[in-house]
């Protein structure tokens, strides 16, 4: 079993900056791939983001591509989405998720991830 804990969200203006962690506990981190998906009320959940065990590969939602970096330390056990030019149609509750079935290609379904934290909200205000 993996557990996974989000922080970081909250209320920020348009074109402001929020950081969200997700910490990993329960299972070699260094197994999990991860990924950042996004709900908004009425809304599918939507993929954000992902990295592979290494870190050494990512891939975004074209939503948020050039505004978001997602990155990971395995020896902290932690992964990270920079958020940066937030718009108001970024506002959601954002999830962390690990899988230990795939590394490579990032996968981009919310079935493929296994673990899930219980979510943070980002809001973001015009």
Not at 40 to 62: H, L, M, Q, S
């Amino acid at each position: 079993q993996v557990q996974l804990v989000e922080s970081g969200g909250g209320l920020v203006q348009a074109g402001g900056s929020l950081r969200l962690s997700c910490a990993a506990s329960g299972r070699a981190f260094s197994n999990l791939a991860m990924g950042w998906f996004r709900q908004a009320p009425g809304k599918e959940r939507e993929f954000v983001a992902g990295i592979n065990w290494g870190g050494g590969t990512t891939r975004y939602g074209d939503s948020v591509k050039g505004r978001f970096t997602v990155s990971r330390d395995n020896a902290k056990n932690t992964v990270t989405l920079q958020m940066n030019s937030l718009k108001p149609e970024d506002t959601a509750v954002y999830y962390c998720a690990a899988s230990s079935r795939f590394s490579l290609p990032i996968r981009v379904n919310s079935y493929e991830y296994d673990y899930w934290g219980q979510g943070t909200q980002v809001t973001v205000s015009s």
